[in-house]
């Protein structure tokens, strides 16, 4: 686990504590006023007379409460003030059974105290230590138990003139000698004693033992979303760096195929664009303008051919190739190509430069072509060669567009063309009709 992961772990789990242990205080306090209110209410409805004493260790224990909660997860919080107010609480609860007298009447020994109620007063202390998913507040609360319990009780036995216990049951006891000693006051159960304090202590180590796992399980859980994380912006920051060298619909295609896009045959449009005179542009000038002037107009143009939702395919040097309806599928390609390209001469307007544009339409072939090793993404076929040579053709006509016939009478109805006269195209056998905006 990294340096930052941990941090951001700890204090993921800093506040995770804090929540849990505001939980815990807070329902000791509760308990805490409600026991006031209870003797509160005792004193009125009995007529007794209040002990300050009780009253005053009441409403102690409660304000020591509300003050430990105001302060954690502040920065008057320190680590030990969780242990000392737990430390108080067992301690208090213990006292509870040697200072409270069982009975009014002075021969009755407060060892009964411990027969009538018991341990059990203490196991929600422990039980509430771990919600803060300390397991060292655990075990200390379990030792806390375990000392103030045995400290209450010797102290309980200390004035006792005759104290009796298990071992004061004779062999082969009969039912009296068990009515003898066990239903006597004197009565103290060493043995009893003993087999609480052990169990709460291992309920505390075991309790401990599964706040430590769920320590484990929440570190492990925050390394995996961290690592999660980590992955997803890796493979953010590869859609995004190759998303500059593949168009983003062939990404996707590209990721959902699991990095090959078989061959698909379709009906499309494309369009070819280069920059007329940039080799006569580029001869007397610094290679970093060239480069920046080059990409300034060529990043507008691709700009331009995804606003009418066709796809940049490749860049040509100083030109570009795109296709409409292939891959991301479209109506009306060849309408598409056409604005394209009256946005593309207002593009070279803008940069000072001249464009030639060659559009044809037809059967293309889209998908990914290459080794093993390196892939591309094209668009192949005829149509992208007639594309090809239309442009290369705007320089003998003078042109700056130039588009075939199945272009033109796709668009003829929404957009003005006129035809360019029947020309052959180089490498193609039979003069066809060309056309031009």
Not at 105 to 128: C, H, M, N, S, T
Not at 329 to 334: L, R, T, V, Y
Not at 414 to 423: F, P
């Amino acid at each position: 686990m990294t340096h930052s992961t941990a941090f951001s772990a700890g204090e993921r789990f800093r506040e995770t504590q804090n929540r849990g242990l505001k939980i815990a205080v807070f329902c000791r306090t509760v308990a805490a006023a409600i026991a006031l209110a209870w003797y509160l209410s005792s004193l009125i409805l009995t007529d007794q007379t209040p002990r300050w004493w009780a009253l005053t260790a009441l409403f102690v224990f409660a304000s020591i409460g509300v003050a430990h909660l105001s302060v954690i997860g502040t920065r008057y919080d320190r680590w030990w003030m969780k242990y000392l107010l737990y430390a108080i609480d067992v301690l208090a609860i213990c006292a509870f059974f040697v200072i409270v007298p069982i009975s009014r009447a002075d021969d009755i020994p407060q060892i009964i105290a411990f027969r009538a109620y018991g341990i059990y007063y203490l196991f929600p202390l422990v039980v509430l230590a771990a919600l803060s998913l300390s397991w060292r507040l655990v075990i200390w609360s379990g030792l806390m138990a375990v000392i103030g319990w045995w400290g209450a009780f010797l102290w309980a036995v200390s004035d006792m003139e005759r104290t009796l216990s298990w071992a004061d049951i004779p062999a082969g006891a009969t039912r009296q000698d068990y009515e003898t000693i066990f239903l006597s006051v004197d009565f103290i159960g060493r043995g009893n004693r003993l087999e609480e304090t052990g169990l709460l202590f291992i309920a505390a180590c075991i309790l401990a033992v599964a706040v430590f796992r769920a320590r484990r399980v929440f570190f492990a859980q925050v390394a995996a979303e961290k690592k999660e994380s980590e992955e997803r912006d890796q493979r953010q920051r590869i859609t995004e760096t190759f998303g500059r060298f593949v168009p983003q619909t062939v990404l996707e295609q590209l990721v959902q195929a699991g990095g090959k896009i078989a061959p698909k045959q379709g009906y499309g449009a494309v369009l070819v664009m280069d920059i007329a005179n940039f080799t006569r542009f580029s001869a007397d000038k610094k290679p970093e303008v060239v480069v920046e002037s080059l990409d300034r107009i060529l990043s507008d143009a691709a700009e331009q051919v995804e606003a009418h939702k066709g796809v940049v395919i490749s860049y040509t040097g100083d030109g570009l190739l795109a296709a409409f309806n292939a891959p991301l599928p479209i109506d009306d390609a060849e309408l598409a190509a056409i604005d394209t390209a009256r946005g593309l001469q207002r593009i070279a307007d803008n940069h000072a430069f001249e464009i030639r544009v060659g559009i044809a339409a037809g059967d293309l072939v889209s998908g990914s072509i290459g080794s093993r090793n390196r892939l591309a993404f094209t668009v192949y076929g005829a149509t992208v060669n007639r594309a090809a040579r239309l442009e290369a053709f705007c320089k003998t006509l003078d042109q700056s567009v130039l588009m075939d016939q199945a272009t033109a009478t796709a668009v003829k109805e929404q957009r003005d063309v006129r035809s360019a006269g029947t020309h052959i195209l180089r490498g193609a056998p039979d003069a066809e009709p060309l056309f031009t905006m």
